[in-house]
């Protein structure tokens, strides 16, 4: 069964934790970040975990996270990993909303943060653009599947995107 916690989804960079913290200040809810959670757990970047562990260590690590999910939260705001959706219980963690931009729109965004060249660092499948578009490619129809809500956020204010989200979760 799905839990009422609201889960946004996408792919990296698009702006899930900007997104979660403005939903926050809008509504009685905690946000929380699964990286974030990952990274307090293990009390190293997320960079370091796939370079000294591998993928598949963190993508274990997801799980583990998702179970917790599933177990233990509730009517929470939860900004997940681009790669999250993969774990099996994920549609049960609540109504996931997919954040939609092109790619070419989420490079632009991230190179014009004025944390850029960290934003781009920390992220290990964000190193090799071709490849990263290879990625964003190969997970858009998953996304598409998995999500309950779509919103477009391309050249949006994240305020706007809030205002849309919470329109259409009601
Ligand atoms: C990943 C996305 C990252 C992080 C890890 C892997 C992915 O999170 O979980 O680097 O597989 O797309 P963000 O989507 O927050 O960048």
């Known amino acids: 069964m799905k839990k009422d916690n ?4 996408g792919f990296m960079g698009v702006g899930k934790g900007t ?3 403005a939903l926050a200040k809008h509504s009685s809810r905690f ?3 699964t990286d974030d959670l990952i990274e307090s757990l293990q009390n190293r970047r997320i960079k370091t975990i796939f370079a000294k562990e591998g993928e ?16 233990s939260v509730s009517n929470s705001i939860i900004s997940v990993g ?3 959706f993969k774990r099996p219980n994920f549609k049960n963690l609540g109504t996931i909303v997919y954040l939609q931009s092109s790619f070419d729109g989420i490079i632009h965004r991230i ?3 004025p944390n850029a060249k960290n934003k781009l660092k920390k992220r290990p499948l964000l190193q090799d653009l071709k490849e990263a578009k290879k990625l964003f490619k190969l997970r858009v129809p998953s996304y598409e599947a998995v999500a309950d809500i779509v ?20």
């Open 56 to 71: 598949e260590y963190f993508r274990n690590l997801e799980q583990e996270c998702a179970n917790w999910i599933e177990k």
């Open 6 to 9: 609201i889960i946004l989804m």
């Open 31 to 33: 946000a929380v970040d």
């Open 111 to 113: 190179k014009s943060a």
């Open 151 to 170: 919103i477009d956020v391309e050249n949006k204010k994240t305020d706007d995107i809030v205002k849309e989200i919470l329109k259409k979760i009601k």
């Open 19 to 21: 997104v979660a913290r």
């Open 82 to 84: 681009g790669g999250f």
